[in-house]
């Protein structure tokens, strides 16, 4: 019974790191394209959609995206929300992979 429960938390934290790879991947990916729609003057990323991938946990990716891309950086609010949804989804993957 034990090696059951083993493996169903296994499966767990591996879909829980899946998902903050994915999401971070997209909020990297979002700003890479926003910058080059600001560059063409086009159509942008809305940024609450920006802060919306944050908040659902890819904020690390967000934060490289705004470095890499030198993209929102000038933008105070964005390194305060970036950070702060950071924060938020350590602890979370703290509880979530390590306190189960």
Do not use: Q
């Not at 790879?21 to 080059?36: H, Q, S, V």
Request: charged share 15%; aromatic share 16%.
């Amino acid at each position: 019974m034990n090696t059951d429960l083993a493996v169903l938390s296994a499966k767990k934290d591996t879909a829980i790191l899946i998902f903050y790879f994915i999401i971070n991947l997209l909020a990297f990916a979002l700003y890479g394209t926003d910058k080059n729609k600001a560059k063409k003057n086009l159509w942008r990323i809305p940024e609450n959609i920006l802060f919306l991938t944050a908040f659902l946990g890819g904020a690390f990716g967000a934060l490289c995206g705004m470095e890499c891309f030198h993209h929102k950086t000038k933008k105070k609010y964005f390194w305060v929300l970036n950070f702060l949804a950071l924060a938020i989804h350590v602890v979370l993957m703290y509880f979530l992979l390590f306190r189960s």
